[in-house]
């Protein structure tokens, strides 16, 4: 592995697959467990109408979750805007994360999004 590569040293993880939002969605679980670097992307396409707000959420056990405070995080999350990617980082110490994106204003057709987890800067290499 040279000091250059990426691929050894990013995994990425899937929480919120692609699809028309027109209703709150939560993701699944991203484990940073050998991980010391969290970054989420939130990733849009057309959007026609409704509000669409990401957030974070974090947990110790995977079960009780609570809203990341803005201090744990490199960035900052407001209302999605068609066509956009949107990443914060993840400096907060617990163990597990859940991306969510709330829908409010009953859209019809909404928003198309997805979530992505990238993992970096893993204890034992390559990142699997």
């Excluded at 396409?45 to 009780?64: M, N, V």
């Amino acid at each position: 592995m040279s000091e250059h590569d990426i691929k050894d040293n990013v995994k990425t993880v899937k929480s919120i697959v692609p699809a028309i939002r027109t209703t709150t969605a939560t993701g699944s679980t991203i484990d940073t467990l050998g991980y010391r670097a969290l970054l989420v992307q939130f990733e849009t396409g057309a959007l026609t109408d409704g509000t669409h707000t990401p957030k974070l959420t974090e947990s110790d056990d995977d079960s009780s979750y609570s809203d990341v405070a803005a201090a744990d995080m490199q960035g900052t999350l407001a209302a999605l805007a068609a066509s956009a990617v949107v990443q914060v980082g993840y400096i907060g110490k617990k163990r597990y994360v859940r991306p969510v994106i709330t829908v409010t204003g009953s859209p019809a057709t909404g928003l198309a999004a997805s979530v992505d987890g990238l993992l970096a800067d893993p204890v034992n290499l390559p990142a699997v």
